[in-house]
């Protein structure tokens, strides 16, 4: 089983950015993908982004197209989700989360389609 931690969540204004950050261990010669999710209170989870572990390929929503990226340091296991002019309705706990290879379809973009979870970041974008 994979275990995911994130960092980098914190308090920044609109316009600002923030960088997450998401190690794994455990079992990542499974992982297929790394995907990352946001919810905000009373809110479903939301996809924002994944990121192919194998050939570094990424999706994103229209909500979050042109400001989020994501990369990875495979010789770290680690997956970045680059946040670039936030707005408030940003705002919202972050968490990533990896699909493993055979249990997922060839792009997850569903909570479902995902695995193993981390612990959730929380980021807050000020107006």
Same mark, same amino acid.
């Given at each position: 089983q994979v275990q995911l931690v994130e960092s980098g969540g914190g308090y920044v204004q609109a316009g600002g950015s923030l960088r997450l950050s998401c190690a794994a @261990? #455990? #079992?990542t010669f499974s992982m297929y993908a790394m995907?990352?999710?946001? %919810? +905000?209170?009373?809110?479903?989870? &939301?996809f924002v982004? =994944?990121? !192919?572990?194998?050939? #570094?390929s990424t999706?994103?929503?229209d909500s979050v197209k042109g400001r989020f990226t994501i990369s990875r340091?495979? +010789?770290?296991?680690?997956?970045?989700? %680059?946040? !670039? @002019?936030?707005?408030p309705e940003?705002? +919202? +706990? *972050? =968490?990533?989360a990896a699909a493993l290879i055979g249990r997922t379809t060839v792009l997850p973009r569903t909570a479902k389609e *995902?695995?193993?979870? #981390? &612990?959730?970041? &929380?980021?807050t974008v000020s107006s």
């Amino acid at each position: 089983q994979v275990q995911l931690v994130e960092s980098g969540g914190g308090y920044v204004q609109a316009g600002g950015s923030l960088r997450l950050s998401c190690a794994a @261990s #455990g #079992g990542t010669f499974s992982m297929y993908a790394m995907g990352w999710f946001r %919810q +905000a209170p009373g809110k479903e989870r &939301q996809f924002v982004g =994944y990121i !192919n572990w194998g050939t #570094g390929s990424t999706y994103f929503p229209d909500s979050v197209k042109g400001r989020f990226t994501i990369s990875r340091d495979n +010789a770290k296991n680690t997956a970045y989700l %680059q946040m !670039n @002019s936030l707005k408030p309705e940003d705002t +919202a +706990a *972050y =968490y990533c989360a990896a699909a493993l290879i055979g249990r997922t379809t060839v792009l997850p973009r569903t909570a479902k389609e *995902y695995d193993c979870w #981390g &612990q959730g970041t &929380q980021v807050t974008v000020s107006s």
